[in-house]
């Protein structure tokens, strides 16, 4: 899963070195305009539904926290 996120993200969003670092958030990678644009990515991709409460940095930091956040979601669903 978390090669097709990045695989994703970096289609959707080529500006972005989404292999470079870890730490997204913390690097100053994502801002919230690409947080914004990461979320309409994985809602469609993922069928899911990103809500207020997901946008913490444990979710968005990493590639790795971003596919953890997915497979929960979908299996709420």
């Not at 090669?3 to 997204?24: T, W």
């Not at 644009?37 to 207020?52: A, H, M, P, Q, Y």
């Given at each position: 899963?978390e090669?097709r996120?990045?695989?994703?993200?970096?289609?959707g969003?080529?500006?972005?070195?989404?292999c470079?670092?870890?730490?997204?958030?913390?690097?100053g990678?994502?801002?919230?305009?690409s947080?914004?644009?990461?979320?309409?990515?994985?809602?469609?991709e993922f069928d899911?539904?990103?809500?207020?409460?997901?946008?913490?940095?444990?979710?968005?930091?990493?590639?790795?926290?971003?596919?953890?956040?997915?497979?929960?979601?979908?299996?709420?669903?």
């Amino acid at each position: 899963m978390e090669q097709r996120i990045r695989e994703l993200l970096s289609k959707g969003i080529p500006e972005i070195d989404f292999c470079s670092s870890e730490e997204l958030v913390d690097d100053g990678i994502l801002d919230s305009l690409s947080l914004m644009t990461v979320i309409g990515l994985l809602n469609k991709e993922f069928d899911i539904e990103i809500s207020f409460n997901e946008l913490t940095e444990d979710n968005f930091n990493s590639i790795k926290g971003m596919a953890a956040m997915i497979t929960r979601l979908q299996k709420e669903k």
